[in-house]
């Protein structure tokens, strides 16, 4: 399995911002996922992230909130643009043949005041 | 109804017994199930795939699928204090989606 890691950890932003998380990966992978998980709930795929492509988003997701990169096949980024209280979450990046087998990175805890 | 349903516990076992967790999906043509395994404050591991009806056994991890029914359980042999976290179900629904199950927290009493 390949070994994620994401940036920042954690972070405490004020709303009306952006926050971009970063997400590495020590090999090449076709696609990259990113989820969001509040507190308490289960994963919600958030999008979609193919290199060479634009990111497929999930329903109730737009580009707008939540702008991808994926410049390449080893990195990724996912913007919550904006930001409410209602962002706070923790978003985690994963790899995945399709969506079968999910790796998952430590995940970003986000906390919007 | 929710496309995953899981009980959302806390299951309480002691060591050293089996603990069984269940799930249910709503799709009748989903094809992939997983198992997930979620310490607190960690982020989820893969623990168990099954892909076809009947058991998948790996170590003290047994997965069991029953396509007619739609529900997918597993099932941990001689439990441990180590085995306590939140198990998350996971299934690839018929339009290639994958759904989470809100999971269950699992407790092993020594």
């Known amino acids: 399995s390949a070994v994620i890691s994401q940036k920042p950890s954690r972070d405490i932003c004020q709303r009306g911002t952006s926050l971009t998380i970063q997400c590495q990966v020590d090999s090449q992978v076709t696609m990259m996922f990113w989820y969001r998980q509040q507190p308490g709930q289960s994963l919600t795929l958030i999008a979609t992230?193919?290199?060479?492509?634009?990111?497929?988003?999930e329903s109730g997701f737009v580009i707008d909130k939540f702008p991808i990169s994926r410049p390449n096949l080893t990195f990724s980024t996912l913007t919550v643009s904006n930001m409410s209280p209602e962002d706070s979450s923790i978003y985690l990046c994963s790899t995945g043949r399709n969506y079968n087998e999910q790796f998952f990175g430590p995940g970003t805890r986000l906390t919007v005041l | 109804q929710k496309e995953v349903e899981q009980n959302s516990g806390p299951l309480s076992v002691p060591e050293g017994a089996i603990a069984s967790l269940n799930c249910t999906y709503s799709?009748?043509?989903?094809?992939?199930f997983f198992w997930y395994r979620q310490y607190s404050g960690k982020s989820p591991e893969l623990i168990m795939s099954i892909y076809s009806n009947g058991d998948k056994e790996d170590g003290r991890f047994t997965a069991q699928l029953n396509k007619a029914s739609q529900y997918v359980s597993l099932l941990i042999r001689d439990s441990q204090p180590s085995d306590s976290a939140t198990y998350l179900c996971a299934v690839i629904s018929s339009a290639s989606k994958i759904i989470f199950g809100s999971g269950t927290r699992l407790s092993i009493r020594p």
């Open positions: 992230a193919n290199q060479g492509s634009e990111a497929t988003y």
């Open positions: 799709d009748r043509g989903s094809q992939s």
